[in-house]
């Protein structure tokens, strides 16, 4: 059986011929129509002529917009950031000079601080041993022209900004005399860095160390002890010639 058979052309063209009848428009409601669809066509041209591109021109727009919006944050967040760090700076130099204000010139810091502790273990009845001294100048941080050394000179070891004098010393006493002792050392107007104490020993092997000193107790229970004191004081800056 052919296609042509199994198609019946004279049922289809009556059905579309009916259809047509049925739906046949007087001469006002085909030109309505034709209106609408070219009404329609119009706005389909309108949409993708002018509406469409203003809608990419526009997502365009947004996406500068969000760009320099975040540049503008960024600049906003840095500029921030230099206004805290130079805060931060001039606190760093305030405390800076605070601290400097405490140092006292090397010529008259040494003998100061030795003077003092002299003077603290006369006052706390306190034997001052032997002691033993390490003089650290400070390091030369700036070229022959004035001007900061590069990192790369000073990367390699940690500078010595002031200079500083360490004191090794043995003090002899028992423990309450000794520990205000400790305790106005540390108190000292001289600033220093206590940066050990070590016990040394009691009774016996401590009156040999003494020598001929009489070692004062607190009672006659207390017993003698000695400790090692390791420290380091600083000083001002040499003034820059």
């Known amino acids: 059986m052919s296609l042509r058979d199994n198609l019946?052309?004279?049922t289809i063209s009556g059905e579309a011929g009916s259809l047509l009848q049925r739906v046949r428009l007087s001469p006002a409601e085909m030109v309505f129509l034709i209106a609408a669809l070219v009404y329609i066509g119009f706005i389909a041209f309108f949409f993708?002529?002018?509406v469409q591109p203003l809608k990419s021109e526009?997502?365009?727009?947004?996406?500068?917009?969000r760009e320099l919006q975040a540049r503008k944050d960024k600049y906003t967040l840095d500029e921030q950031k230099r206004t805290?760090?130079?805060?931060?700076?001039e606190r760093i130099m305030e405390s800076l000079g605070r601290f400097e204000s405490f140092l006292k010139p090397d010529e008259r810091g040494m003998t100061q601080i030795i003077n003092e502790i002299d003077s603290l273990g006369k006052t706390h009845k306190v034997i001052v041993g032997d002691a033993s001294y390490r003089v650290a100048e400070a390091d030369v941080?700036?070229?022959?022209?004035?001007?900061?050394?590069?990192?790369?000179?000073?990367k390699d070891k940690k500078p010595k900004i002031y200079p500083a004098l360490g004191i090794d010393t043995t003090v002899i006493g028992d423990y309450t005399n000794l520990r205000r002792f400790l305790t106005d050392l540390e108190r000292s107007r001289q600033f220093l860095i206590i940066?050990?104490?070590?016990?040394?020993?009691?009774?016996?092997?401590?009156?040999?160390?003494?020598?001929g000193a009489q070692v004062t107790l607190g009672s006659p229970e207390a017993i003698p002890v000695s400790l090692k004191i390791e420290l380091d004081?600083?000083?001002?800056?040499p003034a820059e010639k």
Do not use: I, M
């Open 141 to 154: 941080l700036l070229d022959e022209a004035g001007n900061p050394l590069p990192e790369s000179v000073l």
């Open 58 to 65: 526009f997502s365009t727009l947004q996406e500068k917009r």
């Open 84 to 89: 805290e760090q130079a805060s931060n700076a």
């Open 8 to 10: 019946n052309w004279e």
């Open 195 to 211: 940066n050990s104490v070590a016990f040394q020993g009691e009774a016996d092997k401590v009156r040999r160390a003494a020598g």
């Open 48 to 50: 993708l002529s002018r």
């Open 233 to 237: 004081t600083y000083f001002q800056k």
